[in-house]
């Protein structure tokens, strides 16, 4: 047994979406978003399922705020549905919508809960989608507008900003390969929309910084740690371009105000080049105060040219994986965050981690016993990383409770908390309360 004991300061959480676990799609006044048009459509999502009731979290976050409170954290991760706050993306504001969310960050301020509010995590409104997404500025200015409502709002509420959560999902995951919504499946677009969020975020960080809103802002990659299969340079530089995608392609811009030569040429090659217009990489690159980092695995890859855009496949090398089929590797998180250092001891908190692991009610537990391993191995990861003199000030686990997975619909669990979504009851599960021991004791005991 190892006792890891964390800063005093340290902040732990607990991560959530608001098209994952709100429900009431169509209540308070919300408009349309794209992951509402997305499930409805055929085939898109796992058994046809989607975000109307989730976990009905809208009606009973008081609930889900009183389990926070027994978990014993001091920071909750949510995020802001743009289509509650201005349905149709960027027209009238629905003063319903803002008052939900004031009656929920008062609850969580009065439980002494930090609240780390996201402002986009994929539910863009239907309408901007449907006039060319993020690839159209009218969606930028419209982020903006929504973003600068938001800020007035909840200033001295809200202390800790995200722009974007996982903008590799937004761009490539939902517009080149069409795993997520809008799905879209053309390398071009995907460039249009990685450059137009990145411009929507250097924009809205201006205005953060303009309307003098109290707090820290940044934005949250999705890390792809891949090392190479072989020594060989086509391996490495296979696993070089899939780090890049999801990392410096976001990174570069916003740290270094370029984007990485070597995948801007990589894309030339297919015929896709980024749509920069005048003054775009001044907007994106001003500086930011924090990184969120999503971390859950990594990869050994190799080339292969047909491996899609990038030609870089990830070679299944048999360790024991989650219920999704993500190999479990604590290790990535290490080595990522020493590669992240490139653009300087910046300020990270772990702003998702956690493991899919499908165990149901027995008795009326849940021994989730390979959800506290997961967990065990990438927190005495994080101790390492924080040795090292790190800045990583906080860690907040995916995700309070099992929800809506994307694609994957209800049938993946990653949740410290079970949800049965016919009876919306919520069952702590044992990781719910092996982590409520961490934090209470601000050290990781490992059990060998
Ligand atoms: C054609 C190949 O396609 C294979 C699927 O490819 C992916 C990649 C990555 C993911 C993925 C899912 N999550 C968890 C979420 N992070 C944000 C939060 O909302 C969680 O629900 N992170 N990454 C899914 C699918």
Redesign the pocket.
């Known amino acids: 047994m190892t006792i890891f004991q964390f800063p005093q300061d340290f902040r732990w959480g607990t991560a959530t979406?608001s098209y994952?676990i709100e429900g009431a799609a169509q209540e308070g006044g919300r408009g349309v978003s794209i992951w509402d048009t997305f499930a409805r459509t055929p085939g898109k999502v796992f058994n046809g399922d989607n975000g109307d009731v989730a976990c009905d979290s809208y009606h009973r976050y008081e609930e889900d705020i009183e389990l926070m409170k027994k978990l014993g954290i001091n920071t909750y991760r949510f995020s802001i549905a743009w289509p509650r706050i201005i349905p149709d993306g960027d027209g009238e504001i629905n003063r319903e919508g803002l008052d939900f969310y004031h009656r929920f960050v008062d609850k969580l301020l009065e439980a002494g809960i930090e609240p780390f509010c996201t402002l986009y995590?994929?539910d863009l409104p239907q309408v901007l989608e449907d006039d060319g997404g993020w690839g159209n500025r009218r969606t930028v200015d419209a982020f903006v507008k929504y973003a600068e409502v938001i800020f007035k709002e909840f200033t001295g509420k809200i202390k800790f900003w995200l722009t974007f959560?996982?903008p590799w999902?937004i761009a490539f995951?939902s517009n080149l390969?069409g795993?997520?919504a809008p799905g879209n499946k053309d390398l071009q677009t995907s460039l249009n929309v990685a450059h137009g969020l990145l411009v929507a975020h250097g924009k809205a960080v201006q205005s953060f910084r303009r309307l003098g809103i109290t707090g820290q802002i940044g934005i949250a990659p999705?890390v792809c740690w891949a090392e190479p299969y072989s020594k060989s340079p086509e391996d490495q530089a296979a696993c070089d371009r899939s780090i890049a995608l999801n990392t410096d392609w976001f990174l570069d811009p916003i740290y270094k105000g370029t984007y990485p030569q070597f995948m801007v040429d990589w894309f030339a090659q297919a015929g896709a080049t980024v749509p920069i217009q005048e003054g775009d990489m001044e907007i994106i690159s001003q500086p930011i105060d924090l990184l969120g980092i999503?971390y859950?695995t990594m990869g050994i890859n190799r080339f292969n040219p047909e491996a899609g855009a990038l030609q870089s496949e990830e070679v299944d090398m048999g360790l024991t994986k989650t219920d999704i089929g993500w190999p479990i590797e604590s290790r990535g998180l290490y080595e990522f965050m020493h590669y992240l250092q490139k653009y300087g001891n910046v300020d990270v908190y772990i702003t998702?981690n956690g493991a899919c692991i499908n165990d149901d009610l027995d008795n009326g537990k849940i021994n989730d016993d390979r959800r506290i391993s997961y967990y065990e191995q990438h927190l005495a990861q994080i101790h390492r990383i924080i040795n090292d003199g790190i800045n990583l000030k906080g860690y907040m686990a995916?995700?309070l409770m099992d929800n809506f997975?994307?694609?994957e619909g209800y049938r993946m669990r990653?949740g410290l908390v079970h949800v049965d979504y016919r009876s919306l009851v919520r069952t702590p599960k044992e990781s719910f309360y092996w982590y409520q021991n961490v934090i209470k004791n601000n050290w990781l005991e490992t059990r060998n």
């Open positions: 979406a994952q995590h994929w959560n996982e999902c995951l390969l795993v997520h999705n999503n859950y998702e995916w995700s997975e994307w694609a990653f």
